[in-house]
């Protein structure tokens, strides 16, 4: 395990390193079947130029100007749910109130979901199947199996849509590089399974982040408020605080030595994301949150090279809108009774909160 920001930085863009999900169920005993299929066509399976091709347009559907945008619907929508949050006479859970509402509402208008579809979509990944699937057993074959028929199932119709009526949003686009040629039918479905997986996990996770760190540190909040031009930078403090994982594994394609280290073919390879962020070497007062401190060393939290994370944009626009907002009608937040983690980090546990 590497927990020093520099080598961690470095193995996370080494191209000898890859995410590749379907050893896990290799591990579990399970080398066939409709889960091992899914994630050994998936892009998070794909190594090499091929990764690097699909990474590439994957995140050009969600470039930063497909984000700004969306910013305006993240705006009013955060606006409107912490608004509502006001007139609340007693503790809320954060997440069913305003976190879910909030991403429901921008992944269904960023791939412009089909309405028959909008519930169905959010109920699948709100459920713990889709962490699942990273990380099962054989006794979970069936759920995992219901939700990639159900995912299947929904991106399907999604693809028909938008055949049926082009317009100019994320899956439209996508649709185009394929009928240019520079997607295969197949390729198109892996990017849109991994769009959004990326763009409902990363951001649903980091908010319940965020408001756990600002209960924590509530001069922050109130400095945010007087602020809210600090919004953007509160934002990356709190990735840099509380990642949604302490740790990023990645599986050597290639034997190799690493700084004398050596790193066998197969092997797995621990980075430490979250002691990485608050190296002291790198981070001046690392073991301090705060919202003015400038830290321009990149973060680790999405990975990077072509492993990185396709959802990045679109987390940094929801967790800067959301903060705006929610500062901006509320005092600090307080935890109210104590928290129980969920058996994956798919799915975020109730998060029971008084704004003061």
């Known amino acids: 395990m590497l927990l020093r920001y520099g080598p961690c930085a470095e193995l996370l863009r080494d191209p000898r390193l890859t995410t590749n999900y379907r050893y896990s169920l290799e591990h579990a005993g399970i080398t066939s079947g409709p889960a091992y299929d899914f994630l050994g066509a998936s892009l998070l399976c794909k190594t090499g130029r091929e990764r690097r091709r699909l990474h590439r347009e994957a995140l050009r559907a969600s470039t930063q100007q497909v984000i700004a945008g969306l910013r305006p619907f993240i705006r009013s929508t955060a606006q409107h749910l912490a608004g509502r949050l006001v007139v609340a006479v007693e503790d809320c859970d ?66 028909s849509h938008h055949r049926a009526h ?75 605080w509380c990642p949604p994982a302490a740790l990023i594994i990645r599986l050597a394609t290639e034997e190799f030595t690493y700084r004398g280290l050596h790193i066998p073919a197969g092997s797995h390879v621990f980075l430490g994301v979250h002691a990485a962020q608050r190296d002291p070497r790198v981070f001046a007062q690392a073991d301090t949150f705060d919202i003015t401190a400038e830290r321009p060393a990149p973060l680790l939290l999405f990975g990077g090279g072509i492993t990185g994370c396709t959802g990045t944009a679109l ?8 903060l705006t907002a929610l500062t901006s009608y509320l005092g600090a937040p307080q935890i109210t009774r104590p928290t129980v983690r969920q058996p994956t980090p798919h799915s975020a546990p109730p998060l029971p909160v008084r704004f003061g």
């Open 94 to 159: 954060f997440m069913t109130e305003f976190a879910d509402p909030l991403l429901k509402a921008v992944t269904c208008r960023l791939f412009d979901v089909p309405a028959e579809d909008t519930d169905r979509l959010h109920r699948l990944f709100r459920s713990d199947d889709a962490g699942l699937l990273f990380m099962h057993n054989r006794d979970q074959t069936p759920r995992i199996e219901g939700f990639l028929a159900e995912l299947t199932g929904c991106t399907e119709r999604l693809l």
């Open 315 to 322: 987390t940094r626009a929801t967790l800067t809108e959301a």
């Open 166 to 240: 082009p317009g100019d949003d994320l899956v439209c686009d996508l649709v185009h590089a394929q009928q240019d040629g520079l997607l295969s039918e197949e390729d198109l479905r892996r990017v849109v399974h991994a769009l959004l997986l990326a763009t409902w996990d990363n951001p649903f996770n980091q908010l319940r982040l965020a408001l756990t760190a600002f209960a924590q540190h509530p001069q922050q909040w109130r400095l945010l408020r007087q602020h809210p031009e600090l919004a953007a930078q509160a934002v990356e403090e709190v990735l840099r």
